[in-house]
């Protein structure tokens, strides 16, 4: 079975994402993970990240892989761990460059369909849309963009006390910006997907409204297929 969530930054696709995963036995595939693996190999490279030939082909040929379960997961570039390292800032901006290169894309979205092959709960921003249209279930999160931007803002201050609300929003911004206008693949709401705002709402009420979704699509509690 596959579960495609996608949505803006600061909906809570990755919280919900894995917490749906061990619900249902699923494999955990957080697609923005394997973006900014790409975006740390561009950076360790010589590579113009400007030049969209030699960075596509850098990601066609790059081996990154998810490892461990929901909790425990593992990005893995060549072999070598990098989750933590993935998630600076500097290579947060530099994936969400990146990640608009057409030929970046379609290398991820054939290695995301492999992973996918036993089943998983992605969460992405083209999951329903291109990489797998015929999910079993599709959810689109979404909440109001100062609510969004608070929680990125909250996870960013934990691990810089310097971190500042107006430069939060401003980078969300302009990261929705590019990901709703991009030419290849843009963050769009599938035609079949469950929209849930999650504005207001906890974590665990979300992940409710979810799991009764799972289980009124495929007909049985835990989400097995009909």
Known sequence: MIIAIDGPSG???STLGRR???ALNLLYIDTGSMYRAVALAVMESSINAKDDLAVGLLAERVN???EGDPDSLRVTLEGRDVSDMIRS?????????VSTIPQVRRAMVKRQRELGQRGAVMNGRDIGTVVFPDADVKFFLTAVPQERAA???????AADPKANFEETFADMTERDRRDETRADSPLKVADD??????TGLSIDEVFEKMM???EEKTGHPGGTPK
């Open 11 to 13: 909906a809570g696709k």
């Open 20 to 22: 749906l995963a061990q």
């Open 64 to 66: 990154v892989d998810l």
């Open 89 to 97: 800032e500097a290579v947060t901006e530099m994936s969400s460059i």
């Open 151 to 157: 929680r990125r803002f909250n996870e960013e201050r």
């Open 193 to 198: 997907a469950i929209v849930v705002d999650s």
């Open 212 to 214: 009764a979704a799972v």
